[in-house]
């Protein structure tokens, strides 16, 4: 005979080991609210300006310096999400920190 001892390893679950029963725990959040908060969001982030130097692959706040610095002709502007943009293959700017 021998006891094995399993950890709970799912986020949210509460097990009683003295009879084997589990359940969601008091505090934690359901699937469908956490799907909200995702939402909302996933809204905020794409409402952002961005300025994209096409050269360096970098992109920038508007009102970053190294966009004053920028060449005209690598200037582009972009409004969407931070994660489209790196989707795409651009880096954040080291200054502004977008």
């Known amino acids: 005979m021998f006891n094995v001892y399993c950890y709970n390893v799912q ?5 009683d ?4 029963e589990s ?3 008091a505090d934690a959040v359901s699937v469908q609210e956490q799907q909200v908060i995702t939402d909302t969001t996933s809204e905020v982030s794409q409402a ?3 300025v994209l130097n096409t050269n360096t ?10 966009v004053s610095d920028m060449k005209e002709s ?3 502007y972009y409004q969407g999400s931070r994660d489209d943009l ?3 293959g651009y880096k954040a700017c080291g ?3 977008p």
């Open 23 to 25: 359940e969601l725990a």
């Open 74 to 76: 690598n200037k582009q």
């Open 11 to 15: 986020p949210n679950i509460v097990i």
């Open 86 to 88: 790196i989707n795409q």
């Open 48 to 50: 952002a300006d961005y």
């Open 57 to 66: 692959k970098r992109f920038h706040y508007p009102d970053c310096q190294s």
């Open 95 to 97: 200054n502004c920190r």
């Open 17 to 20: 080991y003295a009879t084997g």
